[in-house]
């Protein structure tokens, strides 16, 4: 007997994944990549494919690795299901998954799909409602196997069929995590950097800057990696400024520049960089944004020299004093 394991890098899908392949069947894991996922974003990829990988590595499972990215764009711009209570669109978010679940198990001839759910987990997506029409809508009802709440849960057809032991699975739910962490400590699993996954569009700071941004633009993917830096200000319908925090996102604004992009710094003082992005005619948003800048300078109590260049052979030089906070707070996304 084969199933695909839809396996995130978290602890849940890996303690799901090792309960049915200690029962002798084979996995084949299978990991999406979203670009708004927080659970391993200190990896290269911004991802959890990496931590997806080390745990198929471990349980010595073979790992099909999709980038859903265009797809779930797509998506979070008109989700069928709305969104959670920011930006979330998690009922959308899992029919796609479950759809790319479906197609990995017909290329592998695979007879169901595992999760790592847990009945009453996630307020939005792991409701017992939720997971029905889930299944319903990506073609798998019936098929899907949650190894962590099995017993609490209606039997599944390979629990029916007696594909799959129900009597080996277990009866978790509710938002609680201890049964998971006793459970990870008696199987000796313990190197789980994602416990409860992470999703940007759950955050409210993250989903502010995304409403604002569809309000004015298509959304793009190029526009997602600015979303995650920086304090971000509206100066136009079309015009945003992006400030870094600290030096390592002055050093990721500069890589993100484009070429119609001004990238602004201060001259003297210790400070931050900026990534000005939109239809800049003549220099009054420059010398706005310079202000700007200087109110997060290290001592800027009067004059600052900021330079706002484009390209070497088009830049500004502003002595500027620095913006109130009543300014900032009416240009501020956040």
Same mark, same amino acid.
């Given at each position: 007997?084969?199933? =695909? ?25 299978? %990991? ?7 659970? %391993? ?25 999709? %980038? ?43 007879? !169901?799909?595992?999760?790592?759910? #847990?009945?009453? @987990? ?69 190197? /789980? ?23 004015? @633009?298509?959304?793009? &993917?190029?526009? #997602? %990696? ?6 971000? !200000? ?8 992006? #400030? ?8 990721? &604004?500069?890589?993100?520049? $484009?070429?119609?992009? /001004?990238?602004?710094?201060?001259? $003297? ?10 239809? =800049? +005619?003549?220099?009054? =948003? ?19 020299? =900021? ?6 052979? +088009?830049? /500004?030089?502003?002595? #500027? ?14």
């Amino acid at each position: 007997m084969k199933a =695909i394991a839809l396996i995130s890098g978290g602890l849940d899908s890996t303690l799901a994944s090792r309960i049915v392949k200690d029962l002798g069947i084979e996995l084949i894991a299978l %990991n999406t990549k979203s670009p708004f996922c927080l659970c %391993n974003h200190k990896k290269a990829d911004g991802s959890c494919s990496h931590e997806a990988g080390r745990v198929s590595q471990e349980l010595g499972i073979k790992l099909i690795a999709i %980038n859903t990215a265009a797809e779930f764009m797509e998506i979070v711009k008109k989700p069928k299901h709305g969104y959670g209570s920011h930006m979330n669109p998690c009922l959308d978010c899992r029919i796609l998954l479950f759809k790319k679940a479906k197609e990995a198990m017909e290329k592998e001839d695979a007879s !169901f799909v595992i999760t790592g759910e #847990v009945l009453g @987990q996630r307020p939005m997506s792991q409701r017992l409602e939720a997971m029905r029409l889930i299944e319903k809508e990506s073609g798998l009802e019936g098929l899907v196997v949650r190894p962590l709440s099995a017993k609490v849960l209606k039997p599944t057809i390979p629990e029916q069929k007696g594909w799959i032991g129900r009597d080996k699975l277990l009866s978790i739910s509710g938002r609680g995590r201890r049964e998971q962490f006793d459970l990870a400590d008696e199987l000796g699993i313990y190197d /789980y950097p994602c416990p409860s996954g992470g999703c940007l569009l759950t955050d409210p700071a993250f989903s502010r800057r995304l409403k604002d941004l569809m309000r004015y @633009q298509d959304l793009a &993917l190029k526009d #997602v %990696n600015l979303l995650k830096l920086g304090r971000h !200000f509206r100066l136009g319908d079309n015009i945003k400024l992006v #400030v870094g925090r600290n030096e390592l996102e002055n050093q990721r &604004l500069e890589a993100l520049k $484009e070429e119609q992009d /001004y990238f602004l710094y201060p001259e $003297e003082l210790a400070g931050p960089s900026a990534l000005l992005r939109g239809d =800049i +005619q003549g220099t009054a =948003i420059l010398e706005s944004s310079s202000r700007i800048i200087a109110r997060y300078c290290d001592g800027a109590t009067k004059e600052t020299k =900021i330079i706002c260049r484009r390209s070497p052979l +088009q830049e /500004y030089k502003f002595i #500027v004093s620095p913006h109130t906070e009543e300014a900032l707070a009416a240009c501020r996304i956040v």
